[in-house]
């Protein structure tokens, strides 16, 4: 068996590292406002330790990077870090996914660092909702980046909307507009019970299945193939827009069985699956100066132990998981 393949048959190509838990906003959904518990600045990776961690992924047969956060784009020498990644020869695609906000001055340089596709989390179009949900101005200066990143040439744009019965689902049929009107891939993600700072309830979560049928009253949406960029988002259109819509629905229709991800926590825990908080330290190893086999060894050990399918559905508030912005969402 090759060694990026785990116990189910399923080739593991992609690793999302999260490379701080700091971040610029405190959405209602992912981090409290008061107690927030920040990593010891002394855990979290060094870029040396996590270029020497994705090169050791990348040994395995990963390709696909995802840098993410926490809000990435605050990490200090963040671009010439991302430089350093793009120059990895194994690494095919690296992506950023990022809150926009810092976004309107880094755009280009992160697209001259090498950077093509970024996903900007936006859940509201209404400036007052904005502050709502992040607890931070900042709807503008999000605006303003991301039209600078199409200006720049990011492709595609995607802006990824947490669906929240009660706060933006007024929203869908907007958002579902700006796909018809810009070239970017609107994402709607449902609402996830991850981490005691979710706020998750069941009557919050809203189904794909119930988005699609709301979007469906503006008219048909047209079914895009899978393409291997996709990931785990349901790709659909509307009649001659410019963008694309995309449901990603880890509660409704797990996509377990295609999952091809691990995921590099900022204090260097390699996790196997996102509902479950089973880490693989590579710190440790990294820090006692050990070698690109020993790193190696780490990955398939967290490659063995991805479960079959996660039980997302059993953990209603999120008891027990670390919060999203540690692991990387
Ligand atoms: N700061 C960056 C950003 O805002 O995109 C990257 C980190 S953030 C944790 C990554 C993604 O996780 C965002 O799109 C965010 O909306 C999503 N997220 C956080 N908590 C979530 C939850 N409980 N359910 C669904 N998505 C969540």
């Not at 107690?35 to 961690?53: C, G, M, N, P, V």
């Not at 926490?70 to 990490?75: A, F, N, S, V, Y």
Request: charged share 30%.
């Amino acid at each position: 068996m090759a060694p990026n393949v785990d116990p189910y048959d399923r080739e593991i190509t992609y690793l999302r590292v999260s490379v701080t838990d700091r971040c610029n906003l405190r959405c209602l959904y992912c981090k409290p406002v008061q107690d927030l518990k920040l990593l010891d600045r002394a855990s979290i990776l060094s870029y040396e330790e996590i270029l020497k961690t994705i090169r050791a992924a990348t040994g395995l047969g990963m390709k696909k990077i995802r840098l993410t956060g926490g809000e990435p784009l605050l990490r200090r020498n963040f671009v010439h870090f991302v430089e350093s990644v793009c120059r990895i020869p194994e690494v095919e695609d690296v992506s950023v996914t990022t809150n926009g906000l810092l976004l309107e001055k880094m755009a280009r340089p992160l697209f001259e660092a090498g950077v093509r596709r970024i996903n900007i989390s936006l859940d509201t179009l209404n400036p007052l909702k904005y502050t709502k949900i992040t607890r931070r101005e900042g709807f503008d200066a999000v605006w303003k980046g991301l039209q600078v990143a199409e200006a720049v040439g990011f492709s595609p744009i995607k802006v990824n909307i947490v669906a929240i019965r009660g706060l933006n689902d007024d929203e869908l049929l907007q958002f579902a507009g700006l796909s018809v009107r810009k070239p970017y891939h609107i994402r709607f993600i449902e609402y996830m019970p991850i981490g005691r700072d979710s706020n998750w309830t069941p009557e919050k979560y809203i189904s794909s299945d119930e988005i699609r049928s709301e979007l469906e009253t503006l008219g048909p949406l047209h079914k895009i193939p899978h393409s291997i960029h996709d990931g785990p988002a349901e790709r659909y259109r509307f009649e001659s827009a410019k963008g694309e819509i995309g449901f990603i629905s880890p509660l409704s229709h797990h996509f377990c069985p295609s999952c091809n991800r691990l995921r590099l926590t900022a204090d260097g825990k390699v996790r196997p699956c996102l509902f479950a908080d089973d880490e693989v330290d590579i710190k440790t190893p990294l820090r006692n100066g050990c070698s690109q086999k020993d790193l190696r060894e780490v990955f398939q050990q967290a490659i063995a132990s991805k479960p079959r399918r996660h039980h997302a559905e059993i953990l209603e508030k999120g008891e027990g998981l670390r919060s999203m912005s540690t692991i990387g969402g």
